[in-house]
C-alpha cells in the first residue's frame, strides 16, 4: 500500500488496488447471502451438537435407562451429520465464490513446473540459493519477450508515430525529488522484533482475513462480513490504524510467531551515489516516464513544436519491493513500458477514436464497483460518450491496450479495465482505469491507464526552471485582460529590508482573486495583512508598496502545460498472464499421461517452427538442411530435432514450448506441416515449406487458407503417425 497524503504524487495512485488479487471481494464488503446464511446455520448447528452433547453426558451421569440414552446419541449423531453437511456446503460456497485457492494453486504449479523445466524463466542467482524477486529469462522467455516487445514497437511506437526514448536506469535525487518519488513511494513495512525480517503490513492483515474467510469455518456471519469490510478499506488505513488492527487480530511474524513492530513506511527505491566522491546521490529508476518528462522540451521542438504527440520508453524498473512473493507478479527488476502522450488540455478528441469506438469489453466503472456489481460488456464509444470515461483520448488508449492484449493471446473474457476508485486517484488526475487480467493470483493489474493532467511537467518546470511548455499560436491576435502585479521594490526593501525577496515573490505569486481582493483592501483602507509563506508569517503591506491592475494585451499565442495521458505496460506481469491463458493439457495418445501445451498465438510463439526428419537418414537430413537454410533466410525461428525419439514424442516437446508449427521430413520431395492445436497436417512440396510456414506465422495466412489449399489429413490420421 502507498501512502496518501493530500499532494499525491505519481506512485500514490498506486494503491493497494493495483494488485488486488481478489478484487470483486475486496472492493465491496457485501457477503454472498448464501455464504451468510450458511455460516449463521453452521454456528446454530454447533450450537445444537454441543447442547445435545451436554445432555447426553448428563444422561449418563444420573445413570437413565437405556432407551432415553440412545435416543438422545440418535440425536446426537443426527445433529452431527447435519452440521457436517451444513459444513460441506459452505466449503464449497466459499470455493465456487472465488475465494477458494486449492484449484488455482494446483493450476499454478503445474504453469510454473512447466516454465521452470523448460527454461522460461529461472530464479537469479540459483547456485547461490537466489535472491526473492529476482528472475532470468531463460531462451524461450527471451524469445516470447523480445516478441511482446517487438509488437509493441509495432503496435504502439510505430502506428501512432510515437518518439522513443531510452534513458538511463540510474537518476540522479533531484530528479525523482521533484517527481514525489523520494517523498511518497511508500509501502507500509512491520519487522519481527526479535529477528528483524521484514514483512508488507498491509499484506500479513490481508492474508489474515483471507485465511479466517477461507480455511476457518467456525466464525459467525458477523464476524466474516467484518473481514471482509476489513479487506475493503484496508488501503485507506493510515500506519496507526493498520498498526491497531494488526495488534487487535494478534497479527504475529508469520515464521517465527515472534511479535511485530508498529507499520513505518519503507522507500521501495534502491538508493546508489553517482561517480566516486560520493557526493551525488541517485537511485535505480523506479520506473521509466521520468526520463521522458524531463526531456518534454526538446521532444516538443523536435515534433515541430506540435500537439499532440507521444513519447515512448521501454526499460527496466527497479523497485525493492519489501517480500516479493507471486513468482514473476512482483519482482524487484522489471521491464517497463511505458507511453506520455501529451496533449492540450482544452481538447482532448482524439482523431482516431472512431477506429476502437465500436468495441465491446468488459469494464468495470467506479461506480458498478461501490455498488457491489460485477464487470460489465460495455461499448466503448458510449462509455466515452457518457462521460464513463474522461474523454476520447484516454478511451482510445483503453482501445489500443485492449486490442495490443487479445492479440497476443490474452482472454477476452478473462480481461477487464477497471476504473480506480476516487480514493485511489491522486487529486490531480482526471481518470485512470486499470487492464487487470484474471490468473490464478487474481485480478492482476498489468496496465494502468491514467490522465494525469499537468502534474509531472509541472513539477518539473518548478524544480529546473525550465519551463516545460506548449504554445498555440492564434490565426488573428487576441485581446485579452491581463493582472498585473508591480511591487515597489524600493518601499519594500525600506520595510522588509533582508527579507524583501520573500515578499516580493509572494506578492507575484497570488492569483486574480487574491490581488483583486488586497486592491480593494489597498484602496478602502491604505493597509493590508498578507500571509508570506516562506517567512511562515504575516506582513503588513501599505498601498505605495505594490501596484495592482488589470490590463488589456493583445496575444498573439497561448502558453500552456500539456496534460499526459500516461499508459504503463508491466511486461513480466503481462507474460506470465499470457502463459497462464496459454497454458492447457491433453491426454497423451496412449492416454496415460497428461502432456502439457502453451497455445501461444504464432506471433508470440517462441519458436515458430521445429523440423523433424521423421527417420534418421542422410537424404532426410540433407532436406532438413535446405528447409533450415529457407526458414532462416525468411526470418522464422526454427529448431531441428534429429533425435532419434518417436515422431509422438518430439511433437510433445514442441507442443510443450508452445511451438506453432513443426515441418516434418519424410520424403525428398514433399513434407508434411503440423499445427499445434488442432493437430491436423497438410502436404507440401519441399521448396514451399519455409514460404507456407512462413506466411501462416506472420498471420499473411491463417491454418484454414493453408488446409483449403494443400492435400491434409485430420488429427485422428495424424495420431496414427504419432
Ligand atoms: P505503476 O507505476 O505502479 O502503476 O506500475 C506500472 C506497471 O508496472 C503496473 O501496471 C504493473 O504491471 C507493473 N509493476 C508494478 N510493480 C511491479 C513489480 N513489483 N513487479 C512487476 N511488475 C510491476
Known amino acids: 500500500m502507498r501512502i496518501l497524503s493530500a499532494f499525491i504524487p505519481r506512485p500514490q495512485i498506486l494503491s493497494l488496488r493495483r494488485f488486488q488479487t481478489n478484487s470483486i471481494s475486496t472492493i465491496h464488503a457485501s457477503m ?7 455460516r449463521q446455520s453452521l454456528s446454530e448447528k454447533s450450537s445444537s451438537v454441543e447442547s445435545q452433547g451436554n445432555a447426553v453426558r448428563a444422561l449418563k451421569a444420573s445413570r437413565e435407562a437405556n432407551p432415553e440414552i440412545d435416543a438422545a446419541i440418535d440425536l446426537l449423531n443426527k445433529l452431527k451429520l447435519e452440521k457436517s453437511a451444513v459444513e460441506k456446503q459452505l466449503q464449497s460456497t466459499i470455493t465456487s465464490s472465488g475465494n477458494g485457492s486449492l484449484n488455482r494453486e494446483a493450476f499454478r504449479q503445474a504453469v510454473v513446473n512447466t516454465l521452470e523445466r523448460r527454461l522460461f524463466y529461472i530464479p537469479s542467482f540459483k547456485i547461490y540459493r537466489g535472491v526473492a524477486g529476482l528472475f532470468d529469462y531463460g531462451p524461450p522467455g527471451c524469445a516470447v519477450k523480445s516478441n511482446v516487445l517487438s509488437f509493441w514497437r509495432q503496435h504502439f511506437i510505430l502506428e501512432e508515430n510515437m518518439l522513443e526514448v531510452d534513458c538511463p536506469c540510474v537518476t540522479p535525487e533531484v530528479v525523482l525529488k521533484a517527481s514525489g518519488h523520494v517523498d511518497k513511494f511508500t509501502d507500509l513495512m512491520v519487522k519481527d522484533e526479535k529477528t528483524g525480517t521484514c514483512y508488507r503490513a498491509d499484506h500479513l492483515l490481508k492474508d489474515y482475513c483471507t485465511e479466517k474467510l477461507e480455511k476457518d469455518l467456525t466464525i459467525s456471519a458477523e464476524k466474516a462480513a467484518e473481514y471482509k469490510d476489513v479487506l475493503a478499506v484496508m488501503e485507506d488505513y493510515s500506519p496507526e490504524e493498520l498498526g491497531a488492527k494488526i495488534k487487535e487480530y494478534g497479527i504475529t511474524a ?39 518528462f524531463v526531456n518534454f522540451k526538446d521532444l516538443y521542438y523536435y515534433n515541430g513544436r506540435k500537439l499532440p504527440f507521444a513519447a515512448a520508453q521501454i526499460g527496466q524498473a527497479f523497485r525493492n519491493e519489501i517480500s516479493p512473493r507471486q513468482g514473476l507478479l512482483r519482482v524487484r527488476e522489471f521491464t517497463l513500458a511505458e507511453i506520455e502522450h501529451f496533449v492540450d488540455p482544452e481538447n482532448k478528441s482524439h482523431p482516431k477514436f472512431s477506429d476502437v469506438s465500436k468495441l465491446e469489453f468488459l469494464m468495470f466503472p467506479r461506480e458498478e464497483q461501490m455498488s457491489g456489481q460485477s464487470a460489465k460488456k460495455l461499448c466503448l464509444g458510449e462509455a466515452v460518450a457518457k462521460g464513463t470515461v474522461n474523454n476520447e483520448t484516454l478511451g482510445y488508449f483503453i482501445g489500443r491496450v485492449y486490442l495490443f492484449l487479445t492479440r497476443l493471446g490474452i482472454d477476452k473474457e478473462r480481461l477487464r479495465f477497471r476504473q480506480h476508485l476516487a480514493n485511489e486517484m491522486a487529486h490531480y488526475a482526471a481518470d485512470c482505469w486499470d487492464a487487470e487480467i484474471e490468473s490464478s493470483y487474481g485480478w492482476i493489474e498489468c496496465v494502468g491507464i491514467a490522465d494525469r493532467s499537468a502534474y509531472d511537467l509541472r513539477a518539473h518546470s518548478e524544480k529546473s526552471g525550465v519551463a516545460l511548455v506548449a504554445e498555440e499560436k492564434y490565426a488573428e491576435p487576441k485581446e485579452v485582460e491581463k493582472l498585473v502585479i508591480n511591487p515597489v521594490k524600493k518601499e519594500l526593501g525600506l520595510a522588509f529590508k533582508g527579507t524583501q525577496k520573500n515578499v516580493v515573490e509572494s506578492l507575484e505569486a497570488m492569483n486574480e482573486k487574491e490581488a483583486m481582493e488586497m486592491k480593494a483592501t489597498l484602496e478602502s483602507k491604505g493597509e493590508v495583512e498578507f500571509y508570506v509563506c516562506t517567512l511562515g508569517k504575516n506582513v503588513s503591506i501599505k498601498k505605495n508598496m505594490v501596484s495592482i491592475s488589470k490590463e488589456k494585451k493583445k496575444e498573439h499565442q497561448r502558453v500552456f502545460t500539456p496534460s499526459v495521458i500516461e499508459p504503463s505496460f508491466g511486461i513480466g506481469r503481462i507474460i506470465y498472464c499470457l502463459y497462464e491463458h496459454c497454458f492447457s493439457t491433453r491426454p497423451s495418445k496412449a492416454g496415460d499421461e497428461q502432456l502439457n501445451v502453451f497455445r501461444f498465438p504464432p506471433l ?14 542422410q537424404q532426410f537430413e540433407e532436406a532438413t538442411k535446405v528447409i533450415s537454410k529457407e526458414l532462416t533466410s525468411v526470418g522464422i525461428s526454427h529448431k531441428i530435432d534429429i533425435t532419434g525419439t518417436s515422431i509422438g514424442k518430439r511433437y510433445a516437446r514442441t507442443d510443450e514450448l508452445g511451438v506453432p508449427f513443426a515441418i516434418t521430413v519424410d520424403s525428398d520431395t514433399s513434407v508434411t506441416i503440423r499445427e499445434r492445436d488442432s493437430k491436423d497436417q497438410v502436404r507440401v512440396s519441399l521448396k514451399e515449406a519455409a514460404s507456407v510456414v512462413s506466411s501462416v506465422a506472420e498471420g499473411k495466412m491463417t491454418w484454414q487458407d493453408v488446409w483449403a489449399s494443400f492435400p491434409h489429413h485430420s488429427s485422428a490420421a495424424a495420431d496414427e503417425q504419432e
Open 604 to 617: 508470440v510463439a517462441p519458436i515458430k517452427c521445429t523440423v523433424f526428419p521423421l527417420v534418421q537418414n
Open 254 to 292: 508469520p515464521d517465527t510467531k515472534n511479535p511485530l513492530s508498529d507499520p513505518y513506511p519503507f522507500n521501495l527505491m534502491f538508493q546508489t551515489s553517482i561517480g566516486p566522491s560520493g557526493l551525488i546521490p541517485g537511485y535505480m529508476r523506479p520506473e521509466t516516464a521520468q526520463g521522458i
Open 32 to 38: 454472498d447471502p448464501t455464504e451468510q446464511s450458511l
